[in-house]
DNA sequence: AATGAATGAGCGTTCATTCAT
DNA sequence: GATGAATGAACGCTCATTCAT
């Protein structure tokens, strides 16, 4: 008797879930600080250039984030991390050696290629002293060597790859090697298409670039 | 009777006039900055950190540096670039592709390997959008990248290295490599023998992963 | 399609309608404010700490208090004026100037002792050059100066204290000493009984310190 | 023949070791901040006014304190602390208690009278809960507390003061009386003079303020 | 030449207050 | 009324650079 009871209907439509949902002014600013932090480097950047260009407050950032480390950080633990899980799904679709490395780095090409500046920031950062996400770029780091060893292995297994291989340096070699392709690619302005250097890229590892010899032995 | 008077008397041995000359303190406050470079970065050091670690006064700095940004400069100016010019006697001296693409990397790697703080901070400031030293690292990366394409040619030619291949892509995957590799060295702490890395390295430029294909064309 | 209904049932029972109601939720929000006054002082306390320990929104608070100064000027005009208005009353009861004076320290001890937060506000903040409730605060000193003084020339006349006082000072005395009394019960924590001081501090008040010497003058 | 000797004689006049001391421009920031504090309160002042108070750049301050509260600590630290040991050597040249706290009170209210704003900072946040100097405070408080009880049990040993007396009461009344006093005093804007009050409020201390029972007992 | 005290612009961050919902 | 996200002014503090000595 003491109680009453109110039943409220709620109408929300997909484009409000989508325009108003906390979610967006996060991405808003991380969108944002991506771009200025790829433009300038995270230490000349600025809150305010940041908050400016996402079309926000200062004070509004610090709703989001903890502190301005903090928008590397999530940058990291978010934005390129998820991209670096989709490398597994993407290697298991192949079924041997060689292919499971062209799947590998198409996507990567494509991924950094597909936001130009998540690219600069990852390999801006990724190759400073940087303590602030240290942890997160030493677990996509492993991650990633840990995917090109188990492709090599099992090209050796499968009888594509050679077995007398310094594992460490294989490794090695091929994430240089794309880091450089994109580096450069980032450099040029990001003018051509990144993802057609695939194949080429791929054959070069393969191959190598000295003629055949022959026969079998080296 | 207010007053006191001093009197001090001062030895300087020419010993010590010579020890303190110019050319001496600007390689003094060059090292310190490359020291302090390397250890945090350039935008989280300061000018105090780098004349403490020189032993010479802030303001003593701005006698043999315009500013901060041109202590980078001079690091890449002068450090750095003086490193690369020694890159193509060494290729001179041998008279196949390999050999020279052998000696390349040796001693890319055994400078680095020697002053390993030169290393950290060649490897961190080149992978950022620095306008400060742009134009040094740009010349530097073309230096290189030219040799190496030279070296290939020079392999085509004499029949070792194969004639089918997308010449950007062989300069970035060797460059690639070697980066990779010295990375991977700096983060390990430089514990092992960086410079035994060629030997294995050059193999796999040649030869690449892939297992040999029967008889001989390609 | 694109819209999702949601059907909520809401009830409410009278009990917590009537449980936040306007006059509760200014008490509540002030007693909130006065415990985090006592903890951190007034200008080291937010809004959102206060909101936080009242259980409301940051912005209701505004619906309450003009401003953070507000919320102080209410608390001394009237949380603590009402209970200096007490002291009044408690003096009257009495019909000698000894016996009001314990009255008056008595209600006062108990008073601050019951409600241990406002204590420690009222006495910190009344210590400082506080514009924002000095009106209030030079008001309930006054009413409290002039029981006090009241109270001596009561005295006075009825022949239990001496007539060559200086009274400005005696009201000084009196009032000082209760105050420190308060703060060091405040700074020990609380710990043990403050109203049990009445007896000895009147004693002290009306005799002093020194022995008694015979016959009269001194 | 390398060595070359310089005779320097250097002459310093009393007046520059005075005026370009280091302790000048730290005594000119502390007086400064001291006067800004009192004017203001600590956590009302602005470090931008008290430079300019001071005449030096906001910067300066940082070059003689570690931080704003450093200030505050260091007030208490050297200035008010060295008042505070002062009154321990007048208390030593009476022979009697009376005599010693008279000297003891007068010294107090003569050292604030001669610092109007020390006094005003310090009764100001003595009474804070400011973690901030808190260590200073307390000792300083516990010295005072100290003196006050050794002349007491002085007077009680030489027959001049009760033996039945609650000592921690004696001393908060004592104290907290020559607080408000001075904070009469301060409050007033500091326009009589303070050091008069001594006589009559020892005067009070010993007597009390009732009047005297004949005979001896009471 | 060498010093290092002094400067002050500029930044990250906080928080009282507002207002659309 | 109640909310809490958003705001932006204001502050403490740092540090590259200057300059009197």
Redesign the interface.
């Known amino acids: 008797m003491?109680?009453?009871?109110?039943?409220?209907?709620?109408?929300?439509?997909?484009?409000d879930i989508v325009r108003l949902g906390k979610k967006d002014k996060y991405h808003r600013i991380l969108d944002a600080a991506v771009k200025v932090f790829?433009?300038?480097?995270f230490?000349?950047s600025t809150i305010s250039q940041i908050a400016k260009q996402a079309g926000v407050a200062d004070g509004t950032i610090y709703l989001y984030f903890k502190n301005k480390d903090d928008i590397l950080f999530q940058f990291f633990s978010f934005k390129t991390k998820q991209v670096f899980e989709g490398f597994r799904e993407e290697v298991d679709k192949a079924d041997n050696a060689?292919d499971k490395l062209r799947n590998l780095i198409r996507r990567h090409l494509y991924e950094f290629q597909r936001d130009r500046n998540m690219a600069?920031v990852y390999?801006?950062e990724?190759?400073?002293?940087?303590r602030l996400a240290e942890a997160q770029i030493k677990e996509m780091s492993k991650m990633y060597l840990d995917i090109v060893l188990e492709i090599?292995e099992f090209?050796q297994e499968e009888?594509?790859?050679?077995r007398d291989?310094?594992m460490?340096?294989?490794k090695?070699?091929i994430?240089?090697?794309?880091?450089?392709?994109i580096?450069?690619w980032i450099h040029s302005g990001g003018k051509y298409d990144l993802v057609s250097?695939v194949d080429?890229?791929v054959e070069?590892?393969?191959?190598?670039?000295?003629?055949?010899?022959?026969?079998?032995t080296?």
Chains 1, 2, 3, 4 share one sequence.
């Open positions: 003491n109680e009453r009871s109110f039943m409220v209907a709620i109408n929300i439509r997909r484009f790829a433009k300038q480097g230490f000349q060689i600069i390999q801006t990724t190759h400073q002293n940087n090599v090209g009888g594509s790859m050679r291989l310094y460490g340096l294989v090695r070699v994430i240089g090697s794309v880091d450089e392709v580096n450069t250097m080429p890229l070069l590892f393969i191959k190598g670039v000295g003629v055949n010899h022959s026969p079998s080296e």
